[in-house]
């Protein structure tokens, strides 16, 4: 964490670089989080996390896939592997 800064205030350094109003399937695909991936770590079939990207349901896309791909555009390469790695050993 950047010393001074809280959450909040890294979110919206993150929202500032440009992604702000982008879809969210182009934001997860523009920091290298694929459809593939991403359905791996919420536990979801590719199908379903392809239909939420798209907002298939009225209710839009679901704030645990929004928040994951918030997640994944403030971390660093190495906290994406870790975090990605811890998640495949929760599910052995």
Same mark, same amino acid.
């Given at each position: 964490?950047?010393? !001074?800064?809280?959450?909040? &205030?890294?979110?919206?350094?993150?929202?500032?670089?440009?992604?702000? /109003?982008? =879809?969210?399937?182009? +934001?997860?695909?523009?920091?290298?989080?694929?459809?593939?991936?991403?359905?791996?770590?919420? !536990?979801?079939?590719?199908? &379903?996390?392809?239909?939420?990207?798209?907002?298939?349901?009225?209710? /839009?896309? =679901?704030?645990?896939? +929004?928040?994951?791909?918030?997640?994944?555009?403030?971390?660093?390469?190495?906290?994406?592997?870790?975090?990605?790695?811890?998640?495949?050993?929760?599910?052995?």
């Amino acid at each position: 964490m950047v010393k !001074g800064k809280n959450d909040v &205030t890294l979110i919206a350094d993150a929202l500032k670089g440009g992604m702000e /109003g982008k =879809p969210w399937q182009t +934001r997860a695909k523009s920091v290298g989080l694929t459809q593939k991936l991403l359905a791996r770590l919420l !536990g979801h079939a590719e199908n &379903t996390v392809s239909r939420q990207l798209r907002g298939h349901w009225d209710s /839009g896309i =679901p704030k645990h896939v +929004r928040t994951m791909i918030l997640g994944w555009e403030l971390m660093t390469p190495e906290q994406r592997e870790q975090w990605v790695r811890l998640a495949d050993e929760d599910g052995e």
